[in-house]
T-cell receptor, first 113, second 117 residues
Framework: QQQVKQSPQSLIVQKGGISIINCAYE??????FPWYQQFPGKGPALLIA?????SEKKEGRFTISFNKSAKQFSLHIMDSQPGDSATYFCAASRGAGSYQLTFGKGTKLSVIP | GAVVSQHPSRVICKSGTSVKIECRSL??????MFWYRQFPKQSLMLMAT?????????EQGVEKDKFLINHASLTLSTLTVTSAHPEDSSFYICSARPLRDSNQPQHFGDGTRLSIL
């Protein structure tokens, strides 16, 4: 049973545009929702994370929107750049540290000039 | 920032060989480390949770006798793929959580690409 559903599977965005990736979760015990960026041949790197007590978190060009009632959260990348081209994974866990992360299936983002 | 180092980054070996992968937390201590496997164009799948000084906890479907995990110190966990076969070829990634702050997120290593011929 996939507990975190991610869409789209792939995304092509023009440079300067907004990239939007969506995730939905099922387990209401989840209370930590990170997004990871992974380049080919590298491990995932934490991009931004949110807890359910806030509806939005912004760090630079990256924003997470969180809808607790709908059990959905999304990543918005503003002013997308070719260097943002990577695979993005949403994840969820009970707590930030010790608890295991459940990952979405990933979105391959390509930002074209 | 917290750094997790994996070694080797890539290994190619013959079928039947046992391969050891190291995961080190360089600037923090970690009682818990996680081992993931990632097939091409797929997501990370948790294999096991490694606990310092105790036995690892394996996810359903992961053979503990096939994938031996040793977490002998607060900065080192090892994964040994025993008698590896071509179907074990994959990208293996570890992560670790800083001991001192339970609210700190997991930090990932850069992975080990294992290719079994």
């Amino acid at each position: 049973q996939q507990q975190v559903k991610q869409s789209p599977q792939s995304l092509i965005v023009q440079k300067g545009g907004i990239s939007i990736i969506n995730c939905a979760y099922e387990n209401t015990a989840f209370d930590y929702f990170p997004w990871y960026q992974q380049f080919p041949g590298k491990g995932p790197a934490l991009l931004i994370a949110i807890r359910p007590d806030v509806s939005e978190k912004k760090e630079g060009r990256f924003t997470i929107s969180f809808n607790k009632s709908a059990k959905q959260f999304s990543l918005h990348i503003m002013d997308s750049q070719p260097g943002d081209s990577a695979t993005y994974f949403c994840a969820a866990s009970r707590g930030a540290g010790s608890y295991q992360l459940t990952f979405g299936k990933g979105t391959k983002l390509s930002v074209i000039p | 920032g917290a750094v997790v180092s994996q070694h080797p980054s890539r290994v190619i070996c013959k079928s039947g060989t046992s391969v050891k992968i190291e995961c080190r937390s360089l600037d923090f201590q970690a009682t818990t480390m996680f081992w993931y496997r990632q097939f091409p164009k797929q997501s990370l799948m948790l294999m096991a949770t490694s606990n310092e000084g105790s036995k690892a906890t394996y996810e359903q479907g992961v053979e503990k006798d096939k994938f031996l995990i040793n977490h002998a110190s607060l900065t080192l966990s090892t994964l040994t793929v025993t008698s590896a076969h071509p179907e074990d070829s994959s990208f293996y990634i570890c992560s670790a959580r800083p001991l001192r702050d339970s609210n700190q997120p997991q930090h990932f290593g850069d992975g080990t690409r294992l290719s079994i011929l």
